[in-house]
């Protein structure tokens, strides 16, 4: 049988792992507040977009860390 992807138990995350992760969603914040500092008649869809892909890359970092 195969691993079950869909994790039916969380498992203690390690110090180095927490560190991870808090570093990855800094760095996201960081980029997020430039993104935000765009001038309003620029934030097309092009810039939601970014918005969004940011936030799904620290999910899939957050997933390949805690994996």
Known sequence: MSKNIFRQ??????????S???RIKEKADALYA????????DQTRELSLAK???EESVMWA???ITK
């Open 62 to 64: 957050t997933k390949a």
């Open 52 to 54: 969004t892909k940011l």
């Open 34 to 41: 430039e993104l935000q500092t765009v001038e309003k008649s």
């Open 20 to 22: 991870r992760i808090e």
């Open 9 to 18: 138990q969380y498992r203690d995350l390690t110090p180095n792992e927490k």
